[in-house]
């Protein structure tokens, strides 16, 4: 007659949950390593790898500066070309060139005392084409605090910035 211990697994040799719990182990990490090297192919889902780090200094973030070039998906110079407050309105002219890349571009104002953010009230259009120069001109709801005026593509992500004072 058969007895209990001619059905167990013999011993010495890995079970079968042993076998596929590191066969699970290897697939996930297989899938990771893919996924690390890999990774997607889609430019809008991750920053091209030619941009470069963003540093830290005060100078790379338009700190007293009046103009900035800005490079990544789009090239070119951001220069401010005159700002002022009347009242809780900031009134703010700038030049853009365009060298390459997309045109589509609009302006955002961060107060970096109230840390808020302000949209234009009026501006001109900010549509160009590589190798063109466009100054436009910008009016802001806000109050006059230090803040910083930011070049940001269509989509709103920042390009560039530079730092106003009243």
Do not use: M
């Amino acid at each position: 007659p058969a007895q209990i211990q001619d059905f167990e697994d013999p011993r010495g040799r890995p079970g079968r949950t042993v076998v596929l719990a590191v066969g699970a182990v290897v697939l996930v990490a297989g899938i990771l390593l893919g996924l690390q090297f890999l990774g997607s192919d889609d430019p809008e889902a991750t920053d091209p790898p030619s941009r470069p780090a963003p540093s830290a200094t005060w100078s790379s973030l338009g700190a007293g500066a009046t103009s900035v070039p800005f490079d990544g998906r789009s090239t070119g110079l951001f220069e401010l070309v005159s700002h002022s407050w009347q009242g809780s309105q900031l009134r703010v002219t700038v030049r853009i060139r365009l060298d390459k890349g997309d045109g589509r571009l609009s302006l955002v104002l961060y107060n970096n005392e109230l840390l808020e953010q302000y949209s234009p009230i009026e501006s001109d259009p900010l549509l160009l084409k590589p190798g063109e120069t466009a100054e436009v001109t910008a009016t802001f709801d806000a109050p006059a605090d230090r803040s910083t005026l930011i070049l940001a593509s269509n989509s709103g992500s920042a390009i560039t910035a530079l730092e106003l004072t009243p």
